[in-house]
């Protein structure tokens, strides 16, 4: 295990001695929690918020505003990037008109479709603030809940959301369930939740991981590097929504073959790391 880095987020007051729960199914510690009646304001130095879109015209606009809504509340500083992942609507120039707008907004452009895990990427690529959020442009997560993460970030390096009565239509739960269940097992990793697309990480610890995922192993990909290079991981259950505007793409049968093939390629370098995280533990 590397040795501990110095925080990047700052939380006013001393706390007495904290508990140490356990994150629920993962068996991780919880890390720092403070005893019942301080609530100290924690806040981050800053966040990237990464939003991958594809197709999200009707989505975009508000997906941009919550993100700034939300980075405004818990950091001192942030940015979000927008990646339109080859869009063949008017995503790219809604994003425009805020970036014109605001500085703080950033827009990369693929001029055609990559994949999320392409995506993804290219928004860790660029991201400058000393902590990542990696969500999704479709409106199913409320974003003010980084409130909770960011008070578990003292201790922790990757704090991972997991959806509370996922909103989804029941072909797409199915599916994940049996996903999920599928890549613990592989990977023994120690997540309920594989791709809840709510996940709060130190850039420095991405920047470390040779992320190669093209499409929805990607989260996968995520969670096994950032174990290998020591990352101290915990579970966050978040609220999720039903899908309001746009189309759902990754339940298409389309998507699933092309997860399974990154997973038959991906298999043993990432069991690889797996183990060798196990055996170093």
């Known amino acids: 295990m590397p040795s501990t880095r110095s925080l990047t987020s700052r939380a006013a007051g001393r706390l007495p001695s904290p508990r140490t729960p356990i ?27 990464v939003l991958p879109c594809f197709n999200e015209e009707a989505n975009v606009a508000d997906a ?6 939300a980075a405004a509340m818990s950091s001192e500083d942030y940015e979000i990037i927008v990646v339109d ?30 994949g999320y895990g392409e995506a993804l990427r290219s928004g860790i690529g660029v991201a400058r603030m000393e902590w990542v959020l990696l969500t999704d442009a479709d409106l199913q997560f409320d974003l003010r809940e980084l409130e909770d993460f960011v008070t578990m970030t003292p201790g922790h390096d990757l704090l991972a959301g997991y959806r509370i009565l996922r909103k ?23 997540v309920r939740d594989v791709d809840c697309a709510f996940k709060l990480i130190r850039r420095e610890l991405l920047q470390r991981c040779d992320l190669s995922a093209r499409g929805a192993m990607i989260s996968t990909d995520v969670i096994v590097r ?44 990432l069991r690889r790391l797996a183990q060798g995280t196990r055996e170093g533990a």
């Open 23 to 49: 994150c629920p199914d993962s068996g991780i510690p919880a890390g720092s929690v403070p005893l019942p009646g301080f609530a100290p304001r924690t806040t981050l130095a800053g966040v990237s918020i």
């Open 64 to 69: 941009i505003r919550n993100a700034a809504s």
């Open 85 to 114: 992942d080859g869009s063949t609507d008017e995503t790219a120039a809604i994003a425009g008109d805020f970036v014109r707008a605001d500085s703080r907004v950033r827009l990369i452009l693929h001029v055609h479709n990559r």
């Open 168 to 190: 989804d239509t029941i072909r797409r739960r199915l599916a994940a369930t049996a996903w999920n269940r599928l890549v613990r097992a592989l990977f023994r990793l120690p």
């Open 226 to 269: 950032c174990r290998a290079e020591g990352a101290r991981i915990c579970e966050i259950g978040v609220h999720h929504r039903e899908r309001v505007a746009g189309a759902e793409s990754g339940g298409s049968p389309r998507v699933v073959l092309r997860a399974f093939r990154e997973l038959a390629g991906l298999y043993r370098p």
